[in-house]
Structures are given as structure tokens and as C-alpha cells.
């Protein structure tokens, strides 16, 4: 074989090695701390039906902002993403979500897309704005998205016809 061939396949095999090590590195510190998540996730439900029980749906979405920011402290964005909306999913659900609560928040088709016009979209864009902007400044845009779409969710189920 030429010296170019030779180098080619090296290179080859090192890149290939390289990211074989970060997807090593990933999985292995995805499944870490496993048990300690999966405990964080069952307190997170218990909360959340704990609080449920006695406030309004709206105290679920302030809260869940809240334990967000606590979460972070000790998780990274991306784990406390799939831990927490868990709590304000069971929060919502044990509140007994109310057609006032749901009125503002823009329903979604069976397609996934936003019913009706543009204006539509701007009401969601607006409801999760404020809710970062008013209720929790220091959360960020993309958890914030997340809550209206569990909150959606739920006034969906609830309430189809909005």
C-alpha cells in the first residue's frame, strides 16, 4: 500500500477511536448517579401530588419553576429537564386544572400544529414568556417551553374544546 493509503486509514481509526471514548464518556455518565436520579424523580411525583392536592394549578407551574432553579444546583440542564416537568405533570394532574387556568393557554390540533392563525402561535409564545419573564427571570426560555407543554397537555385532555 502507498504511504497516503496508509496515513488515510490511520487517521481513520483514531477519529473513530476519539469518538468511540465520547460516547463511552456520555453513557457512562448518563448512568452515574441513576439511582440518585431516579430518587429525585420520585420525590419529584410525590411533591407534585402533594402540592396538587392543595393549590391551584397555577402555584404547580410557579413551583415548578422554583424547583428548577434548585435543580440545577445540583443536576445539569439537560437531567433536570427529564426530572422535573415530572413534578409539575403530577402537580397539574392532582389540582384539578380549571377552564380559567386553561383559557390562555393556545390549544393544539391532533397534528401537533397550533389551531387557528399566527396570532395563535404569538398567545403560546406570550404565555411562556411570561411566564419566565414575570414568574422566575433567572429560568431559562427552553424550560419554560416545557411547562406550557405539559400545561397544554393537560388543558387539552381536560377541556378539548377551549
Given at each position: 500500500?502507498?504511504?497516503?493509503?496508509i496515513r488515510i486509514v490511520i487517521s481513520?481509526?483514531?477519529?473513530?477511536?476519539?469518538l468511540a471514548l465520547v460516547f463511552v464518556?456520555?453513557?457512562?455518565?448518563?448512568?452515574?448517579?441513576?439511582?440518585?436520579?431516579?430518587?429525585?424523580?420520585?420525590?419529584?411525583?410525590?411533591?407534585?401530588?402533594?402540592?396538587?392536592?392543595?393549590?391551584?394549578?397555577?402555584?404547580?407551574?410557579?413551583?415548578?419553576?422554583?424547583?428548577?432553579?434548585?435543580?440545577?444546583?445540583?443536576?445539569?440542564?439537560?437531567?433536570?429537564?427529564?426530572i422535573e416537568p415530572n413534578f409539575v405533570?403530577?402537580?397539574?394532574?392532582?389540582?384539578?386544572?380549571?377552564?380559567?387556568?386553561?383559557?390562555?393557554?393556545?390549544?393544539?390540533?391532533?397534528?401537533?400544529?397550533?389551531?387557528?392563525?399566527?396570532?395563535?402561535?404569538?398567545?403560546?409564545?406570550?404565555?411562556?414568556?411570561?411566564?419566565?419573564?414575570?414568574?422566575?427571570?433567572?429560568?431559562?426560555?427552553?424550560?419554560?417551553?416545557?411547562?406550557?407543554?405539559?400545561?397544554?397537555?393537560?388543558?387539552?385532555?381536560?377541556?378539548?374544546?377551549?
Open positions: 500500500m502507498k504511504k497516503w493509503t481513520l481509526l483514531v477519529v473513530v477511536f476519539l464518556f456520555f453513557v457512562w455518565d448518563a448512568f452515574k448517579h441513576m439511582d440518585e436520579k431516579l430518587a429525585d424523580d420520585k420525590r419529584a411525583v410525590e411533591a407534585g401530588l402533594e402540592l396538587g392536592r392543595k393549590a391551584a394549578p397555577q402555584e404547580c407551574v410557579v413551583e415548578e419553576l422554583k424547583r428548577y432553579e434548585k435543580c440545577m444546583e445540583k443536576w445539569t440542564a439537560i437531567e433536570c429537564r427529564w405533570s403530577t402537580c397539574l394532574d392532582a389540582s384539578g386544572i380549571t377552564e380559567e387556568f386553561c383559557r390562555p393557554i393556545p390549544r393544539l390540533s391532533k397534528d401537533g400544529s397550533l389551531q387557528g392563525q399566527e396570532s395563535d402561535y404569538e398567545e403560546a409564545l406570550a404565555w411562556t414568556q411570561n411566564l419566565c419573564e414575570f414568574e422566575r427571570p433567572s429560568v431559562k426560555f427552553d424550560m419554560c417551553r416545557r411547562i406550557f407543554f405539559v400545561a397544554r397537555y393537560h388543558c387539552d385532555v381536560k377541556y378539548p374544546q377551549r
